[in-house]
């Protein structure tokens, strides 16, 4: 007897957990590999550029177009709360008060990067199969630049958790830097999507989310905690279809309403139990459904090659603008690599970022692809490189915090388990 989409849905979502958890835990993949990048990886692995190629009965079956569309819903409300929780973090505030150091530290960390993806970029126009039917030449070269200089904030404070230095004064300033690059990344982002025809209508939602948020940000300072919580997610909803139809994107909506909103009105334990639990309960579909749009049409050898080309973008592009930042700023030898390293963490912001340039079809399944690639490759190097640097350099942590107990500096030398 023939399965039931519901019950072909449960199989896709026990191939969605079960495989990437049983690569993490018996692989051991923690150290360059964590658990959200196995997602990712295996989301491609599942897909129709790999397994869906090798096996397309088995994809046509499993993921059938009934199954897809249910997917894909979870993943958008998914990854609206995990963008959402993301602004809510920010801290500007401390951004401020550290302007000078901040300033110039993060805008030559999203500034150099820029300049080597947008030249990566330019050579990709040379061929064919690269920029998507509704892009002109400045939005690909700046949209694809962009996702060269991009830091995945909440995937940076999961790995300075696991080094051990989040509550420690660098991971205090790294944040900081990552939290202004942030806010430049999706200011950016709002302008390679404008859209001259609707102008109108996007000036309008932007105006009306100013009026709005003026009486939001009072009716939650008013409301229990409790409440908040639940009128936060209504105001996540409402700001994701706002933008969504004012022709920006429901992921920018999505950052508008978190970045508005204050971290001082949660609880900090429930918003990090929030991001965990969205991380663990329905990010892997995200992800999932991200593999699903790879695609290997131009070659896969191109593929590869543009995914390098990319990657050499970005991590040259971060190290030099790092370096140069440490010269301005007279930094200890060493600690622009320990931070540049850092900033180069991409896995699920550059992700979020590219499946918003491929909906809107200014880059191709190809380059997405590539830039895929490219998120996976530059985040799997980061605790590699980086947890040596502070096991020989230790010293750096804890150089404006204070004393240190041996017991937490021993605990810096350790990637976690």
Not at 117 to 127: E, F
Not at 300 to 319: D, E, T
Request: hydrophobic fraction near 55%; aromatic fraction near 12%; charge should be positive.
């Amino acid at each position: 007897m023939a399965m039931n989409t519901t019950e072909i849905f449960l199989l896709a979502m026990m191939l969605i957990f079960t495989i990437p958890y049983i690569v993490w835990r018996f692989g051991r993949t923690d150290y360059y590999a964590p658990l959200v990048v196995v997602q990712i990886i295996c989301g491609i692995l599942l897909g129709p550029g790999a397994l869906g190629a090798v096996y397309p009965d088995y994809y046509q079956f499993v993921f059938n177009p009934q199954v897809i569309l249910t997917l894909s819903g979870i993943a958008w409300w998914a990854v609206m709360l995990f963008v959402m929780i993301a602004g809510i973090e920010l801290d500007i505030g401390k951004a401020w008060e550290h302007r000078r150091e901040t300033g110039i530290t993060a805008g030559l960390a999203l500034g150099v990067p820029l300049v080597f993806g947008g030249i990566a970029a330019a050579g990709m126009l040379g061929y064919a199969g690269w920029i998507g039917s509704k892009a002109a030449t400045w939005q690909f070269i700046a949209g694809v630049g962009m996702a060269c200089a991009v830091t995945a904030l909440p995937i940076l404070i999961l790995l300075m958790e696991k080094l051990e230095i989040l509550r420690q004064p660098i991971g205090q300033r790294i944040l900081r830097y990552a939290s202004v690059d942030d806010i430049a990344i999706w200011g950016v982002l709002a302008l390679i999507l404008l859209d001259w025809e609707r102008v109108g209508r996007q000036a309008g939602f932007l105006v009306g989310f100013g009026v709005v948020t003026f009486g939001f940000r009072r009716l939650m300072a008013a409301l229990k905690e409790g409440d908040r919580w639940y009128v936060a997610l209504i105001w996540l909803a409402v700001c994701g279809f706002g933008a969504d139809w004012a022709g920006l994107h429901y992921m920018v909506g999505a950052f508008l309403a978190g970045v508005v909103m204050d971290a001082a009105w949660f609880d900090q334990t429930k918003m990090d139990n929030l991001r965990a639990n969205v991380l663990l309960v329905v990010m892997p579909v995200f992800f999932l459904s991200t593999g699903l749009r790879t695609n290997w049409g131009v070659g896969g050898s191109a593929v590869f090659i543009a995914a390098a080309a990319l990657l050499f973008a970005s991590v040259s592009g971060k190290l030099i603008g790092l370096r140069i930042a440490g010269k301005v700023l007279k930094w200890a030898p060493g600690e622009a690599s320990i931070i540049g390293w850092l900033l180069q963490t991409k896995a699920l912001i550059m992700i979020i970022f590219a499946n918003i340039l491929l909906d809107k079809q200014i880059i191709t399944n190809e380059t997405f692809t590539a830039l895929l690639l490219m998120a996976v490759g530059s985040t799997m190097l980061t605790v590699p490189v980086v947890h040596p640097k502070l096991r020989r350099m230790r010293e750096i942590i804890f150089r404006s915090g204070g004393a240190a107990t041996d017991a937490a500096t021993s605990q810096a030398q350790r990637p976690g388990p």
